[in-house]
């Protein structure tokens, strides 16, 4: 094989339509959307990528374990309420939480641009461990490479992270039933903006800080409250519209919500007014969505708001049985609008 | 808190001396060794990092998982013998084989630089494809960030593994014996000439291809015939002598090992003269050392030989009961000199 040539693929993987990579791949809407149905899923097909879920869920021995990955490369590094080191641990934290699993252990990989001062690792390792403290995970395996100036930004993280299921939980897109309550943890758009605000160099009134915080001690509350939770997911890319309107598809479900109850802080509104942004597409760090059984709704409310994370939780809507899986919301001047996954790139390098 | 300012952490990570993160200290050798030892050990510290393994290995109710993480950030993406992809796969494959393990489960985050040929993309999630099936695990889950031009280089990958380590089986730099045989299981340095050679411009008279190729099969077939094996390490970044250099001093052995028992390809051989390198030092990645009881070596290096990956599968020497914990080789002209961890960085970008 001479060096760079094409090469026959003996197993096919299909090609987008698109000749090269756009920052709106990487955005969690569509365009990111298409790559994973179009390009991974065909490529890596089995049943655990087919859960369609933030992380996988596989089988050993009589034990599920989940596990999950992400990469890390927000910009700036560090910004109001955190940094990309926090980031990086409470967003594995999460993922894994959101598949109903109990944090046990991470990896974590970091791609260094030569020239970082050391100075700023020394200060994202201790909020690594920080984090990870918090959230009562082990991390216990790594590896750092270095790239050459020009060639990174800074510092990259990746993080995996294993957890474990209990058994008799069953969390996932396919469990969504009409009838389930949709509870909405807390405010939205707080880390967006808070990102947003830096890089743009807005000034606002006082600072917006990031949401950032693992959500797990709050999930395993109500796990233990034997709360009937269909499926959970957390708020980082796309916003609650993207995740929501992932679940519908992916659980081919419909469902109403109404803009009203959906809290968004004053000052976050007012930067999204200034920034021309929806809320409902604004990344968060630190909210989820949780499908709850009727009958345990309110009860699933009434926990959340016991904890830090979940203290403005609040029930936002139904899941129905409207066909199409679409998701409608009704507006504050009660006008009901179809509510779409994001397109195209609204904030790049957002986590 | 203001943005960007010093924090004090309660929990202090150690700095270490040089200002600013340089290439080598992502190079496996020395500086690489430093950083884990004095920021990342100190940080997060547990049981897991302290195996000083290549994985970490953790216990689950009963069963052993072995749990790992690499990043690659090879330049350029394709090269001879094999792309990003592939070695992506075969690089945490391996490390698991590395703890003994059967590789199940690997996650796959992907970090894109914003102009990425869609071809390119298409290619090697084709290679990774095809190499976790050659491999036998299966990629369960996974991520893609997307970075602005000129903040990437194309296409970074990690991959994350899981593996089961069977009842029974304790490998790790502890427990290297005075006695154990070394055996390398192959010629060296074939993965990073074929790199730098690429990379240069340079013309051999033909091909050298890299040697990327998943262990597990070859340490499977060891482990099934029941060989005494105390501790494995593939040879990547640092090389052979890295390798040796680390499990001496994880462990507290040392060892004796002969230069002319060192296969070395008359091509590598010559690249390396003409480039002004120690074949020692060279990456591979598709080689290993395996520490094996002494009554076990001989017939080790014989299943060895059995499998396409260890066909000149060879016993370079022993450990022994000089104190210290050093390496030494006896070289072809009969003079023992004492063999170090790689110093600085000798082919940035290898893996």
């Known amino acids: 094989m001479s060096v760079g040539s094409p090469h026959e693929l003996s197993c096919p993987v299909p090609i987008l339509d698109g000749v090269e990579v756009l920052l709106a791949h990487g955005g969690g809407g569509r365009l990111s959307h298409q790559l994973i149905e179009r390009m991974f899923r065909p490529a890596f097909q089995n049943d655990a990528l087919n859960q369609r879920h933030d992380g996988a869920v596989v089988g050993l021995d009589g034990h599920r374990l989940a596990f999950t990955t992400d990469s890390y490369v927000v910009h700036p590094l560090i910004f109001p309420g955190g940094d990309i080191g926090q980031l990086a641990v409470n967003g594995t934290v999460n993922d894994l939480a959101m598949c109903g699993a109990k944090p046990l252990w991470l990896s974590v990989g970091l791609i260094l641009e030569e020239g970082l001062p050391m100075t700023t690792l020394q200060r994202i390792v201790g909020s690594m461990r920080q984090a990870a403290q918090a959230a009562g995970v082990e991390v216990v395996t790594g590896d750092t490479k270095v790239v050459d100036r020009g060639k990174g930004d800074g510092l990259f993280i990746n993080t995996a992270g294993i957890g474990l299921v209990e058994p008799g939980v069953s969390i996932g897109p396919s469990q969504v039933q009409p009838g389930d309550g949709i509870i909405l943890s807390g405010d939205l758009g707080r880390h967006g903006i808070a990102i947003m605000a830096v890089r743009e160099g807005l000034a606002f009134e006082s600072t917006i800080a990031s949401d950032t915080a693992p959500l797990s001690p709050a999930v395993q509350a109500l796990m233990e409250a034997r709360c009937a939770i269909h499926c959970l997911r957390d708020l980082t890319r796309g916003g609650l519209s993207s995740a929501l309107v992932e679940i519908a598809q992916a659980g081919g479900r419909s469902m109403a919500i109404e803009e ?10 007012g930067a999204c007014e200034v920034l021309g942004l929806d809320p409902l597409y604004v990344a968060n760090e630190g909210r989820f969505v949780a499908f709850v059984a009727p009958q345990d709704a309110s009860r699933a409310v009434e926990i959340l708001r016991r904890h830090p994370v979940g203290r403005d939780a609040v029930l936002i809507g139904r899941v129905t049985d409207v066909p199409d899986a679409v998701v ?8 009901p609008r179809l509510v779409e996954m994001l397109s195209g790139e609204q904030l790049p390098r957002i986590c």
């Open 260 to 269: 009203r109850l959906i809290p968004v802080d004053e000052e976050v509104r």
């Open 328 to 335: 409608t919301m009704e507006s504050v001047l009660g006008v």
